[in-house]
């Protein structure tokens, strides 16, 4: 494989962490696929697309952890509404709602944000050195595959 070849393989491969606002999992899917696909052509292909593997599913837990922090909010909110139900009408419930806890959904949902800008921001770092034919590490990363 020449070595812009392999520049290019390793720069698509730092670019298909976007694969996952195209599809489900495609953030992970799309790079395995490009290692299952040209691991024995060259060692540097294989320690990027593990390094993208890595990081996109570093990403996808540390976003689902965030996630799953907004259910006690949720539950909060909603219980509340039972607590201070006193309105009872033939089975319509009147839910009023409560504002308690509307900064912690707030809070959760900019830092997500922030997460996305972080990521994108991430990988287009590790796409403009993948050009250069440099090396990039993503900070963070849990090494799942090593």
Not at 42 to 53: H, R
């Amino acid at each position: 494989m020449t070595i812009q070849n392999e520049k290019n393989t390793t720069l698509l491969t730092h670019l298909s962490g976007f694969g996952g606002y195209i599809f489900p999992f495609g953030s992970v899917v799309i790079p395995l696929i490009i290692r299952e696909t040209k691991k024995n052509e060259s060692k540097q292909i294989d320690k990027v697309s593990k390094d993208v593997i890595n990081f996109n599913l570093s990403y996808l837990l540390y976003t689902f952890l965030l996630k799953l922090s907004i259910i006690p909010f949720f539950l909060g909110t909603f219980f509340q509404n039972f607590r201070n139900y006193t309105s009872y009408d033939n089975w319509n419930f009147h839910f009023e709602y409560n504002s308690n806890h509307f900064f912690g959904f707030i809070s959760i949902a900019s830092i997500l944000s922030i997460f996305a800008i972080i990521k994108v921001v991430l990988i287009i770092q590790a796409a403009i050195k993948a050009n250069k034919g440099e090396d990039y590490e993503y900070p963070f990363v849990i090494k799942f595959i090593k």
